[in-house]
């Protein structure tokens, strides 16, 4: 097959798989504020797009550090490889999506690539060292980071508009909360701006990954405009497509979170995600999101964690990488064979694509599996009007056992 | 090798520069709700009051330009100079 076909359908896969990233991601950024009544849901999703355009041209340090250094530089760069480890990112992201799963795009990425990596030159192909440094470790710190952080901002932000009670009811003037709305708007952005500046990125590097192999660029250390400019495009529209779900989704999951928390949390993940993509450190947008969410939701005299949702969001995580990977490898086996075997592994990812969106129109109003991963995160703090009702709930049984 | 270094460079960074915006945000709405509770005795006539209540207002108003050149310049420090 002519080599130019297969690059330019491995950009077209690069750009699909933006897309499905802004679409996957659009609540880590507007869950928070759409759920206090800080923006207008219409507004969110605008707001989310442009942002993520904006950032898509920032900064370009997460694009040279990623993806080259995963598959070790003495092997061979197949263009088939980057097509079949895209495949398998694209196939996961949209499986987890549909399914509700909690999972970080940037992870189905990575494991698509060493997926396919390995399938094309054997485990050796994969540079372990670096998987542990740029994969690895900061998929385990990264919640933790963005937790505390939105933990102890949560604290300060109440503890500092914390008024008298009785000074309170005589002036009449309430500690004035609400109105972290307004700094939600702000913060709410700068999510979707540290987005835009970090996953748009790993697009970016996928493809100058492939120009390179293709032999149409002499080295992976700068990035072409033409990419820049497509993959900010890809992005912003994956973000807004993804919003209108999220409108159409988006119920009580998130109704507990007041506006002092959601502006922690908005703050600390565009920081910590800014600081990161700064520092050509990639950690994960979908995993410093639930990390603050997590961490806001704590920050609140009274809240409790549901264990058992934790478990579940920690296990999605551990599971994307090797199961992304699988599918890359597998998809690796088909583009191996040949001309034919790629076509088939075009034919079968646009099918799935297909048949999943489908899936998803049918159950859009009424399915509960097409969820944010927000929502997902929040479900595991419990908010203190929560413990409470479980406390009653239990002191009622009680009673019962005991008559 | 890992890059302890760069990990706990971002993460002080993040921790940091979240206390700080989130910090002095809620000091301006301290601030504005703490004008908003003088302000009843001021429109009353008493000077003092008057004055805190412009005080603690201007200081709110302070407080919100900080946060968002803080943010301005977080941004400023992500996007690549040419040096």
């Known amino acids: 097959m002519d080599p130019l076909v297969i690059v330019s359908a491995v950009i077209v896969l690069a750009l699909f798989f933006d897309f499905t990233n802004g679409f996957h991601d659009t609540a880590n950024a507007m869950a928070t504020p759409i759920a206090t009544g800080a923006l207008k849901p219409r507004t969110a999703v605008a707001i989310a797009a442009v942002m993520n355009l904006a950032g898509a041209f920032l900064s370009t340090a997460v694009a040279k550090a990623i993806s080259v250094d995963l598959i070790n530089k003495d092997v061979p760069l197949h263009v088939e490889m980057v097509f079949a480890g895209l495949t398998g990112a694209i196939l996961w992201n949209l499986t987890t999506w549909i399914f509700g799963l909690p999972s970080s795009s940037s992870h189905a990425l990575f494991g698509g690539l060493i997926g396919a990596a390995i399938a094309y030159s054997g485990f050796d192909a994969v540079n372990t060292a670096k998987v542990f440094e740029k994969v690895l470790i900061p998929a385990v710190f990264a919640p933790i980071i963005a937790g505390l952080a939105a933990w102890m901002a949560t604290r300060l932000a109440y503890q500092i508009t914390t008024r008298n009670s009785q000074e309170s009811t005589q002036t009449n003037v309430g500690t004035g909360r609400k109105n972290f709305r307004f700094g939600q708007i702000f913060s709410s952005s700068l999510v979707a701006l540290s987005h835009g500046t970090n996953d748009a990125q790993k697009t970016m590097g996928v493809i100058t990954l492939v120009l390179v192999a293709a032999g149409h660029q002499a080295t992976g250390d700068h990035v072409q405009t033409w990419v820049i400019l497509a993959a900010a495009i890809a992005i912003a529209v994956g973000t807004y497509a993804g919003g209108w779900r999220i409108i159409k989704t988006l119920g009580t999951g998130l109704a507990e979170i007041k506006p002092a928390q959601g502006f922690s949390a908005e703050v600390s993940t565009g920081v910590a995600i800014l600081a990161s993509s700064h520092l050509g450190f990639a950690l994960s947008t979908t995993q410093v999101a639930s990390g603050s969410v997590i961490g806001a939701g704590l920050g609140r005299k009274g809240g409790a964690v549901r264990w058992n949702k934790a478990r579940q969001i920690v296990l999605g995580w551990f599971l994307t990488l090797p199961a992304a990977g699988l599918v890359g490898a597998l998809s690796a086996q088909l583009t191996k064979t040949g001309d034919i075997g790629l076509i088939i592994d075009a034919l079968i990812t646009i099918a799935v694509i297909m048949a999943m969106f489908q899936i998803s129109r049918r159950n859009r109003v009424t399915s509960k599996h097409v969820k944010s991963e927000v929502e997902g995160a929040s479900a595991v703090v419990l908010s203190p009007r929560q413990v409470r009702t479980a406390a009653k709930k239990a002191a009622k049984n009680n009673k019962k056992g005991s008559k | ?83």
């Open chain 2, 1 to 83: 090798m890992i890059n302890w270094n760069g990990l706990v460079q971002v993460a002080a960074a993040a921790i940091g520069f979240t206390l700080v915006i989130v910090s002095i945000f809620s000091l301006g709405l301290r601030f504005s709700s703490n004008a908003q509770a003088l302000s009843k005795s001021a429109s009353k006539g008493n000077g003092k009051a008057l004055e805190r209540e412009a005080l603690n207002r201007v200081a709110a108003y302070f407080m919100f330009a900080i946060t968002i050149a803080v943010l301005i310049y977080g941004i400023y420090l992500v996007i690549p100079h040419a040096k």
